[in-house]
């Protein structure tokens, strides 16, 4: 199995390369997997014309759009379900971190990996917003003094 990334940034001679190198006998045997992970300008580079052999032996496509705040909180709650630690994350700070990830579970996780290498570094037992606004620079919003 091969797994390339960023593939709309290949060479369309490696590509067409690599179609080649991957089956045997016309495509009646494979010989090697091959995993294209891109942006939205790969499948528009496998319908041009000297790609467009290789974007037809193409098996499955995944395409990820945006996704909801909801489907990444859906996430959000899954990892930490299945790391064995759901209440590690406040609920404040999921949403939080939902918010910010803009659509994209990799901005999700990759926030949440920050704050968890911190959090472990602090020997902190619970991740909050607290923590998120300090350690991404933003200083939390003042409390109005009670009477």
Known sequence: ????????????????????????????RLLLCIVFAGDARLPERLRSAELLPLGSRIRRRLVLDYVSRDELLACLNHQL???????LMTTELKATL??????????????????????????????????????????????????
């Open 81 to 87: 379900e299945a790391a064995g630690n759901p209440s």
């Open 1 to 28: 199995m091969l797994i390339i990334d960023e593939a709309q940034e290949t060479l369309t001679t490696v590509l067409n390369e690599l179609s080649i190198l991957a089956s045997k006998d016309f495509d009646s």
């Open 98 to 147: 939902a918010d910010h990830a803009a659509g994209n579970y990799r901005v999700m996780m990759n926030l949440a990996d920050e704050l968890l290498t911190i959090a472990a570094a602090r020997e902190l037992p619970r991740l909050d917003e607290k923590l998120y606004l300090g350690v991404f620079g933003q200083s939390p919003k003042p409390q109005p003094r009670k009477r």
